[in-house]
């Protein structure tokens, strides 16, 4: 549904491109679903907007999930950002400068 369009949320179209989904945490009872979400180059703002129109269109997500998939029970999708990527990059980036000053002190 995302990659083809097909959410008429207007916090959602557009981005389909942007949207990554990262994994899915289901309970034991499959009563739940976690879906995590990364969004590529947006804002904070956006985000929370694109997560919104999401959790809007999470009726028509799982009745259509309910088609594709042969489960007793379709969990309940709850859409939430995954910002372990954006952690990672910061990290990466904390890394990035110290190895930088280590640099720069044994060429002093």
Not at 18 to 39: E, N, P, W, Y
Request: some cysteine; aromatic content about 4%.
């Amino acid at each position: 549904m995302l990659l083809f369009g097909r959410i008429r949320d207007p916090r959602v179209q557009g981005k389909a491109g942007m949207i990554g989904l990262t994994g899915v945490k289901v309970t034991a009872d499959f009563s739940q679903a976690r879906v995590f979400v990364d969004l590529q180059g947006c804002t904070d703002k956006e985000t929370d907007r694109v997560i919104a129109g999401l959790t809007s269109a999470a009726g028509p997500i799982r009745r259509e999930l309910g088609k594709k998939v042969q489960l007793r029970r379709v969990p309940e999708l709850i859409f939430e950002r995954d910002a372990s990527i954006d952690r990672g990059l910061a990290i990466e980036r904390v890394l990035a400068e110290l190895r930088d000053e280590s640099k720069a002190e044994d060429e002093s």
